[in-house]
Each structure stands twice: as structure tokens, then as C-alpha cells.
């Protein structure tokens, strides 16, 4: 099969300059620790509502007033902060940048994809435990705290993602997550909702979770492992292994595994023909 590699694209130079310009200052706040309340109510009110500024917003309608609100996230709340353990000082430090992240995604630049990445990988450094280099994250992708998110190098995170942090994410370098992915780190007790469990999901080096795939909480899924499309990983992956429905099965190991990965699927199996395909007859 062919090999499609992404193809190079810049906007226009001039419109290029602008989203280099703003970004640096945008960072350059950030990396001062100018107050980030303000400067998320800033920046929004500037994408949402230009032609406000410096109007008394008493005189203006109450749906604008309440609007222009939104622009603070001082005034909004957000479903993390409301489970129990969450620690109020660590989220507080993040919720304007939260979400600042969120909102930009609503705007009119949020699918612009040059200026959505960038402007993304701009602000995880300040919102995840950890973020490698070359982060590509696409737009609507929702976590829960950010400060239980690890991020490896050359991670790519597609649209319309849920990360829920909650219990602690792993994500390895490598790592591809797929449109309409969600990977949990918390689960609930079938007898009492209110019954929580927080447990940290490991997504290894190299693994892809693809379409529409769901990773449960506690799950470890190894290194260079396949989650695929419509997929729940409700148990650990093993490291190259191909697994797909619900719940999640191995049904193959990628071509490339070393020879001690395709051993373990024999042993598994306990079969002469597995031991045939795999080359060990």
C-alpha cells in the first residue's frame, strides 16, 4: 500500500506574520505569570466581543451582559471542579487556561488548524503535568484536571478527543489518538454511582487508539499496540497486538512485532496452526 505523507501548508505570509505576533504575546504573558483570569478574559472578549471594549456593559442588554460574562472564567464552572477530590489550588491555577482552550475552540479561529496547533502547544506546558516536543492537538479536545495528563514527544491528538484525567493518563511518545476517542482514568460502581475509582491509564510508546475507541480506566495498552475503530479496551493490550470489539480481543500482532511478542500469543493460544502462521512450526 501506498505511503501518504502530510502535505506542507502555510496560510498567506502576511496572515502568517499576525498569528506569530499575537502567539508571542500571548506567551511571552504566560511565561511572565501575568494573571491568568485576566488574560483569559482578555483574549476571549477580543475573539468574541471586539466591539465592546470600553463599553460600560450596564448599558448593555442583560443577554450581552451575560454573554460578555462568559468571557471570565470567573464565571463559569466546569464539571471537574465539582468531584470531591479534586485539588481546588492546582485546577484554580489552570481553569482560566482551561478555559481559554475551550472557548478558542468556539471562536472563529478555532478550526484553523496552523494557528489552532500551535496556539494549543502554546498553552499545554501550563496545563499538563507534562507535554513532550512536537504536540499536535486538533480542535475539541476535552480533559478533565490537566495536572493528571502526561504527554510523551510527537504526540497527535485528533478532534473531538476526551482525556479524562481524573485518575492519571499516560500518554507515551509516539502516540496517535483518533477522532472521537475517549480514554477514562475513573469508573463508577455498578452498585452506587457515587462509588468512584481513580486508576491510571497507560497509552505506551507508539500505540494508536483509532476511531471512535474507548479506553477504560486502569487500562494498560503496550507498546505499539492497535486499540481499533468502535473498540472498548476494558483489559491491558499487549505490547503490538491488534485489538478490536466490545469488549476489545486480540485478533492479530502487527508484522513488525519482534519474535518474543508473537510467542506470548502462542503460548496463549496453545494452537499448532497459530504456531504455523506465526513461523514457529
Same mark, same amino acid.
Given at each position: ?11 498567506a505570509a502576511?496572515?502568517? &506574520? ?16 501575568? +494573571?491568568?483570569?485576566?488574560l ?9 466581543y471586539?466591539g =465592546? &471594549?470600553? =463599553? ?12 460578555? %460574562?462568559?468571557?471570565? *472564567? ?20 489552570? !481553569? ?7 472557548m ?5 479561529l478555532?478550526g ?11 498553552? %499545554?506546558?501550563?496545563?499538563? !503535568?507534562?507535554v513532550?516536543k512536537?504536540?499536535?492537538c ?8 490537566g ?17 479524562? +484525567? ?12 483518533? +477522532?472521537?476517542a475517549?480514554?477514562?482514568?475513573h469508573?463508577?460502581?455498578i ?12 497509552i ?16 494498560? =495498552? ?8 468502535m473498540?472498548v *479496551?476494558?483489559?491491558?493490550v ?10 476489545? !480481543?486480540?485478533?492479530? =500482532? !502487527? ?16 494452537? %499448532?496452526?497459530?504456531?504455523?502462521? &506465526?513461523g514457529?512450526?
Amino acid at each position: 500500500m501506498p505511503i501518504y505523507t502530510l502535505r506542507k501548508l502555510d496560510p498567506a505570509a502576511e496572515a502568517t &506574520a499576525l498569528y506569530d505576533r499575537w502567539l508571542g504575546e500571548l506567551q511571552e504573558a504566560l511565561a511572565r505569570g501575568d +494573571d491568568r483570569w485576566e488574560l483569559c478574559r482578555q483574549t476571549l472578549t477580543a475573539l468574541f466581543y471586539p466591539g =465592546v &471594549a470600553g =463599553v460600560d456593559p450596564r448599558s448593555l442588554p442583560l443577554a450581552v451582559q451575560a454573554a460578555l %460574562a462568559q468571557m471570565d *472564567a470567573r464565571n463559569v464552572t466546569l464539571e471537574p471542579e465539582y468531584y470531591a477530590e479534586v485539588d481546588v489550588e492546582r485546577f484554580n491555577e489552570r !481553569k482560566p487556561l482551561l478555559w481559554m482552550w475551550q472557548m478558542f475552540d468556539r471562536s472563529p479561529l478555532g478550526g484553523n488548524v496552523h494557528l489552532g496547533v500551535q496556539f494549543r502547544r502554546a498553552l %499545554a506546558p501550563y496545563l499538563f !503535568k507534562r507535554v513532550g516536543k512536537n504536540f499536535k492537538c486538533f480542535h475539541f479536545v476535552e480533559f478533565s484536571y490537566g495536572y493528571n495528563l502526561e504527554v510523551g514527544d510527537d504526540v497527535v491528538v485528533h478532534r473531538n478527543v476526551l482525556l479524562d +484525567d481524573r485518575g492519571g493518563i499516560v500518554l507515551g511518545n509516539g502516540v496517535s489518538i483518533s +477522532d472521537y476517542a475517549n480514554i477514562y482514568s475513573h469508573t463508577h460502581s455498578i452498585v452506587d454511582q457515587r462509588d468512584v475509582s481513580n486508576l491510571r491509564t497507560v497509552i505506551a510508546d507508539g500505540v494508536r487508539v483509532t476511531y471512535h475507541a474507548t479506553v477504560l480506566a486502569g487500562t494498560h =495498552v503496550g507498546e505499539n499496540a492497535m486499540v481499533g475503530a468502535m473498540a472498548v *479496551a476494558t483489559k491491558d493490550v499487549r505490547p503490538y497486538h491488534v485489538n478490536v470489539g466490545i469488549p476489545a !480481543k486480540s485478533v492479530r =500482532v !502487527k508484522p513488525n512485532a519482534p519474535p518474543e511478542m508473537y510467542k506470548v500469543t502462542l503460548r496463549s493460544q496453545g494452537t %499448532a496452526s497459530g504456531a504455523s502462521a &506465526a513461523g514457529e512450526g
